[in-house]
T-cell receptor
Framework: QQQVRQSSQSLTVWEGETAILNCSYE??????FPWYQQFPGEGPALLIA?????DKKEDGRFTIFFNKREKNLSLHIKDSQPGDSATYFC?????????FGTGTSLLVDP | EAAVTQSPRNKVAVTGGKVTLSCNQT?????MYWYRQDTGHGLRLIHY???????EKGDIPDGYKASRPSQENFSLILELATPSQTSVYFC????????????FGKGTRLTVV
């Protein structure tokens, strides 16, 4: 049972476009939703996160839109750069446990 | 900067053998985690710990044991390795509950033949 789902396994955008990565979840008890970014050969690293009391979180070119009623969220990457090419994991938190989605591999073509 | 160090980085083990993956963190974090990463499954939690001497089962603990002898060290033990345990394993540490940043190591690639 996949409690956190990422609808696209891979996504390709052109440099300068906005990349949109989608995520949905099942567990209503999740109260914190981080997105982690992973480059090949590295461990995941926190990119941006949102708490369930908010509907939007922005940090530079990265924005999370959160819909609690629909149990989904999306990560928008504005003005995508080739250096943004990586795998992005959505996650949901409850207590001490983070539950990750399967990841979306983003490729930004120059 | 937060530092989580895993050893070894690569390991080939034989079926039925014992494997120990080690993790050390210099963040003085109470919580430590072991995940495995597989294509199509993302990151799945195997075991975690709230502090020295404690271990808790994650979502996929079968076939794995964990040991937290000190604040800094957290080991993952495969008593009888099987080919299905071929994967990339990540250790992580964090402070407080899961709603704060978790810091990952660079991973250990384990192949069981």
């Amino acid at each position: 049972q996949q409690q956190v789902r990422q609808s696209s396994q891979s996504l390709t955008v052109w440099e300068g476009e906005t990349a949109i990565l989608n995520c949905s979840y099942e567990n209503s008890a999740f109260d914190y939703f981080p997105w982690y970014q992973q480059f090949p050969g590295e461990g995941p690293a926190l990119l941006i996160a949102i708490r369930s009391v908010s509907d939007k979180k922005e940090d530079g070119r990265f924005t999370i839109f959160f819909n609690k009623r629909e149990k989904n969220l999306s990560l928008h990457i504005k003005d995508s750069q080739p250096g943004d090419s990586a795998t992005y994991f959505c996650a949901g938190n409850m207590g001490y446990k983070l539950t990750f989605g399967t990841g979306t591999s983003l490729l930004v073509d120059p | 900067e937060a530092a989580v160090t895993q050893s070894p980085r690569n390991k080939v083990a034989v079926t039925g053998g014992k494997v120990t993956l080690s993790c050390n963190q210099t963040n003085n974090h109470n919580n430590m985690y072991w995940y495995r990463q597989d294509t199509g499954h993302g990151l799945r939690l195997i075991h975690y710990s709230y502090g020295a001497g404690s271990t808790e089962k994650g979502d996929i603990p079968d076939g794995y044991k964990a040991s937290r002898p000190s604040q800094e060290n957290f080991s993952l033990i495969l008593e009888l390795a099987t080919p299905s345990q071929t994967s990339v394993y990540f250790c992580a540490s964090g402070e407080g509950q899961g709603n704060t940043e978790v810091f990952f190591g660079k991973g250990t690639r384990l192949t069981v033949v």
